[in-house]
């Protein structure tokens, strides 16, 4: 079984084709030995700018590793890591009550942090550029997008997808981005659907006041709220997916990383 028996149907994923790119499964080492990950990147570029794809609640699945090339095929590295593979595995589940229950609620937000800092050494040393580098996530890593750009110092944008503001799944989860606000040390563009039941539209309110009363980057940090779109509106493989809103939010976060990444605030 996998992520698709959650979604209720087969899934329907846009493929991004691999050619001009160097990609695939790789081990990376972390603190306490090593963790899997997915990469893309420009086969004939030295030194692209990078960015940490951060999965959805579904772990790293085919359409997390297609997002990777397709920003790989706009110049970047994309890394996505394994991020609950202490914990379990996500494709195992079909409910997503159990899923939460089981791994979800017992990943720490440190735990994620370090080893997206391990994914960032490992990038580097294949030829990275880490004075340009910009972090994304979706979903339950849209939330995890938020706690990078405040915890990464060389972070220079980020662009968080529906992630939740002012909670996260279960008790190792104590900070969130509202509480962060104040310390982004990147922009980061918030995309973000007025019909998603589960970040109301009121969270978006207290972020943006905080966000105003925060570092500079906070406060050039801004949400792009699609009116017709819910949760999940840019994931293709769902019956959430809405494309004119996809693509538009595409476009916006591939402006953004194109500001701040090469001209800082």
């Known amino acids: 079984?996998?992520?698709?028996?959650?979604?209720?149907?087969?899934?329907?994923?846009?493929h991004t084709g691999a050619d001009g790119l160097r990609h695939g499964l790789v081990d990376i080492p972390t603190f306490d030995g090593t963790i899997a990950a997915y990469y893309a990147a420009p086969a004939d570029q030295d030194q692209p700018p990078l960015i940490l794809v951060i999965q959805e609640i579904f772990g790293v699945h085919e359409h997390i590793k297609d997002v990777c090339r397709r920003?790989?095929?706009?110049?970047?590295?994309?890394?996505?890591?394994?991020?609950?593979?202490?914990?379990?595995?996500a494709a195992q589940y079909t409910d997503m009550q159990e899923l939460i229950k089981d791994i979800v609620a017992k990943v720490p937000d440190e735990q994620v942090l370090a080893d997206l800092d391990a994914s960032l050494e490992w990038a580097v040393a294949q030829g990275a550029d880490a004075t340009r580098l910009g972090v994304t996530g979706f979903c339950w890593g849209g939330r995890l997008t938020w706690l990078y750009a405040a915890h990464q110092p060389r972070c220079k944008a980020a662009a968080a997808w529906y992630g939740r503001l002012t909670r996260g799944h279960?008790?190792?989860?104590?900070r969130n981005p509202v509480d962060v606000a104040a310390e982004l040390h990147a922009p980061v563009l918030g995309l973000y659907g007025a019909q998603d039941a589960s970040i109301p539209l009121e969270d978006v309110t207290r972020m943006e006041t905080a966000l105003a009363q925060g570092s500079l980057a906070a406060q050039a940090s801004r949400f792009v709220v699609y009116q017709d779109s819910?949760?999940?509106f840019y994931a293709d493989y769902r019956p959430s997916y809405n494309a004119a809103d996809a693509q538009d939010a595409w476009g916006k976060m591939l402006d953004w990383f194109g500001q701040h990444?090469?001209?800082g605030l």
């Open 71 to 89: 920003l790989a095929q706009q110049g970047y590295m994309a890394v996505a890591v394994e991020l609950y593979q202490r914990q379990g595995d």
């Open 230 to 232: 819910g949760h999940a």
């Open 170 to 174: 279960g008790p190792l989860q104590i």
């Open 261 to 263: 990444m090469d001209q």
């Open 1 to 14: 079984m996998s992520f698709s028996s959650i979604t209720g149907m087969e899934p329907t994923a846009v």
